[in-house]
């Protein structure tokens, strides 16, 4: 069971911020889709470098997720966001942010669980 709330517009641009910091290289994968589109994977599994709004300039609104290795890096903007939500566990994770833009496409970041990556990634040298 998961519990989704919806960012006001006006705190996007802390939500996000605060939510770089939080989950800066958590495993996330990217997919976009509409109705008339269908779903497409934008990025898949790849470590979050940043979430933005753009607070200026002509992209001033936009929201653009930075995604990979350093060097192979990956930004993926959603140039017309109309909602923001934030899909939580019951323990308050963030599994899932859905960004919604103006034509009604949906960006859906999926965080992945912390627990798999633990088991899967091998241990750190001594």
């Given at each position: 069971?998961?519990h ?5 517009r ?95 496409v ?21």
């Open positions: 069971m998961h989704t709330r919806e960012i006001p006006e705190g996007w641009a802390d939500y996000l911020s605060l939510l770089s910091a939080i989950e800066r290289d958590h495993q996330v994968h990217i997919q976009a889709g509409s109705p008339e589109l269908g779903e497409q994977t934008v990025a898949g599994s790849l470590p979050l470098v940043d979430i933005a709004l753009e607070e200026k300039g002509s992209e001033e609104g936009a929201i653009e997720v930075t995604v990979g290795n350093p060097g192979e890096e990956l930004t993926h903007r959603i140039s017309h966001p109309e909602h923001l939500w934030a899909e939580e566990s019951d323990s308050g994770e963030l599994e899932c942010l859905d960004i919604e833009d103006a034509d009604h949906k960006t859906l970041i999926y965080f992945e669980p912390q627990e798999l990556l633990d088991e899967a990634s091998p241990p750190p040298p001594a």
